[in-house]
T-cell receptor, first 111, second 117 residues
């Protein structure tokens, strides 16, 4: 099956710093989503981005489907950004929403 | 209807007991998914329903696991003869879909954390 790798596994920042999280995937995808899992375990959908670039406030994401990677940018980080960020894909040829997740990036933002 | 609801939030059970979890999806969503997440890992797909039909089951779903979605509304996940390895967070999600594979409104519940002692 499709493989999803995220880097870095851990990231520690001071409040106000910028960061870039990366997601590599091994095959073509129909869907790609970025999620934030908060300390209570809730997964929040940040972006649906199988290709192109999107921005939402301090967050933006870019997916280059032909090169099989996606990037999540966090600018001016805040302590509330802490948590685990997951990239998840739906493999090409799958007609429904079976998501394959990466291992996640654990982000800690210190005040 | 504000989101996907899961019940209970936490469950502690003795090894060998049966447990059942419930998921109430967003009412207009016809697709429902179950995932399992162990500590330090990303969620792993277990099974998928379109309306009341269970259309795919992962190899992770052993014969001790069964899921249902009667009438295409809420879903239940039952684990029989629980083992310590079943300890995990069980997540439910729902979505709409399209013929082109676009997923609309993919939303996760808060999960049920199972601890088998």
């Amino acid at each position: 099956g499709i493989q999803v790798e995220q880097s870095p596994p851990d990231l520690i920042l001071q409040e106000g710093a910028n960061s870039t999280l990366r997601c590599n995937f091994s095959d073509s995808v129909n869907n790609l989503q970025w999620f934030h899992q908060n300390p209570w375990g809730q997964l929040i959908n940040l972006f649906y981005i199988p290709s192109g670039t999107k921005q939402n406030g301090r967050l933006s994401a870019t997916t280059v489907a032909t090169e099989r990677y996606s990037l999540l940018y966090i600018s001016s980080s805040q302590t509330t950004d802490s948590g685990v960020y997951f990239c998840a894909v739906v493999a090409g040829g799958t007609s429904y929403g079976k998501l394959t997740f990466g291992q996640g990036t654990i982000l800690t933002v210190h005040p | 209807d504000t989101g996907v609801s899961q019940d209970p939030r936490h469950k502690i059970t003795k090894r060998g007991q049966n447990v059942t979890f419930r998921c109430d999806p967003i009412s207009e969503h016809n697709r429902l998914y179950w995932y399992r997440q162990t500590l330090g890992q990303g969620p792993e797909f277990l099974t998928y329903f379109q309306n009341e039909a269970q259309l795919e089951k992962s190899r992770l779903l052993s014969d001790r696991f069964s899921a249902e979605r009667p009438k295409g509304s809420f879903s239940t996940l039952e684990i029989q003869r629980t083992e310590q390895g079943d300890s995990a967070m069980y997540l439910c999600a729902s979505s709409l879909g399209s013929m082109r594979g676009r997923l609309y409104g993919y939303t996760f519940g808060s999960g049920t954390r199972l601890t088998v002692v």
